[in-house]
């Protein structure tokens, strides 16, 4: 999925991601109640999951980090990107530029093609 230019757009379309998440899960729960059985629910809980692969692959798409140490901005592998969990400003990542693991601070990446 494409990323949008500016961070504003970029927080709306995962704010508007998220929600529609919320409320497919809440529809599928309805059903659920109103038919009795669990397999709506089952049905809505996969596809809410993977809703939520795609809402974190688009978030990983558009944050890269900056190491507070050298000032260098890097985006980490994508394994790491996903277990490790938010600090107070950023996330723990060792740096590739210094080598210090560091709690580096988040930003946005954008359009790389407007990088150039």
Known sequence: MKVPKTRKKFVTVMM???AFIIFWEIAWIVVTVLYASIIPAIAGTITAILFAIVLAEFYYSG???VCPDCNIGFVPKRADFMKNIHAKRGRKF??????KVVIAIESFRGDEEDRA
């Open 94 to 99: 060792t740096c590739p530029s210094c080598g």
């Open 63 to 65: 944050s890269e980090y």
């Open 16 to 18: 508007c991601m998220a």
